[in-house]
């Protein structure tokens, strides 16, 4: 799930090199961490949080076919 999301963000970014993301796990449940370049968070976000929305939509039918759940955090950049 990690290599699907670095994927999709790096396909949308026009700097792939600054996506970076974070696995942790609880149990069955999966966070992730998503960071990308600061110029590059309204790709990542979309309008009224569209793509993200869309990310997390892909993410939990990949979850749910290896019976896990996850969630997507995007990290606001410093």
């Known amino acids: ?8 963000a790096s396909s949308l970014v026009d700097d792939p090199s600054q ?3 974070k696995q942790e796990r609880s149990g069955s449940k999966v ?3 998503l960071r990308v ?3 590059d968070m309204g790709r990542i976000i979309g ?12 993410l939990r039918v990949a979850a ?4 896990k759940q ?3 955090d995007v990290i606001e950049p410093k």
């Open 70 to 72: 996850v969630s997507l």
């Open 37 to 39: 370049a600061k110029a």
């Open 47 to 58: 309008k009224n949080g569209k793509v993200a929305n869309s990310i997390r939509i892909l």
């Open 1 to 8: 799930m990690k290599a699907l999301v670095e994927y999709i």
């Open 31 to 33: 966070v992730l961490q």
């Open 64 to 67: 749910a076919r290896e019976g």
């Open 19 to 21: 996506v970076v993301v």
